[in-house]
């Protein structure tokens, strides 16, 4: 079965703190990592797809980097708008199902 | 612009009753998915369908039950025995794995259910 565990939980940055948060990943042959971001009160909002280790991908103040067991989304500068909860999924070449992880909550305080 | 959209917004259900929550999408997508969503406890799978006229059941299914009649419509229905079903609702779709799942999910932007 595909896990994924997202870590920390909940973080709280001053404006133009750079901080990184945390996917691990245990799947049967990875096919796909995603990243979306969720509003409150909204339904999550695609940012990434990653492939294969080594890989990254970047958008705004936004990158994120993939191994073979974990990915980060690493927050560069982060303004308040960037707050937000970030949920990290997997798809395995054994599923047709995305494995989501619990999110990241990110708040940023000017 | 293609999407997905679920009605109601917010919607009250009173003891004892169902209710039908909408999704519908224009994406073409062939996947749709019902998630249950609670403070702390991440997306929980309620039910999903691969192809029209057939669907799953997920992890947490007692207590709801769904159609899909249409390619682009995947209702579900909170029904009377959901002992617990305030919560926010989002319906997502995707193409198949291998060939059209290059951003995963696309999902709605729910209907938060409250019992009163």
């Known amino acids: 079965e595909d896990q994924v565990t997202q870590s920390p939980e909940a973080l709280r940055l001053q404006e133009g703190e750079s901080s990184s948060l945390n996917c691990s990943y245990t799947?049967?042959?990875?096919?796909?990592l995603f990243w979306y971001r969720q509003d409150p009160g909204k339904g999550p909002e695609f940012l990434f797809t990653?492939?294969?280790a080594g890989e990254e991908k970047e958008k705004e103040r936004l990158k994120a980097t993939l191994t073979k067991k974990e990915s980060f989304l690493h927050i560069t500068a982060p303004k308040p708008e960037d707050s937000a909860t970030y949920l990290c999924?997997?798809?395995?070449?054994?599923?047709?199902?995305?494995?989501f992880g619990k999110g990241n909550q990110v708040v940023v305080i000017p | 612009d293609g999407g997905i959209t679920q009605s109601p917004k917010y919607l009250f259900r009173k003891e004892g009753q169902n209710v039908t929550l909408s999704c519908e999408q224009n994406?073409?997508?062939?996947?749709m998915y019902w998630y249950r969503q609670d403070p702390g406890q991440g997306l929980r799978l309620i039910y999903y369908?691969?192809?029209?006229?057939?669907?799953q059941k997920g992890d947490i299914a007692e207590g709801y039950s769904v159609s899909r009649e249409k390619k682009e419509s995947f209702p579900l229905t909170v029904t009377s025995a959901q002992k617990n079903p305030t919560a926010f609702y989002l319906c997502?779709?995707?193409?198949?794995?291998?060939?059209?799942?290059?951003?995963?999910?696309?999902f709605g932007s729910g209907t938060r259910l409250t019992v009163v």
């Open positions: 997502a779709s995707s193409g198949t794995p291998g060939t059209d799942f290059n951003y995963g999910y696309t």
């Open positions: 799947v049967s042959g990875l096919r796909g």
């Open positions: 990653l492939y294969s």
């Open positions: 999924a997997v798809l395995g070449y054994g599923n047709n199902r995305l494995a």
């Open positions: 994406l073409n997508h062939d996947a």
């Open positions: 369908s691969q192809i029209v006229n057939d669907f």
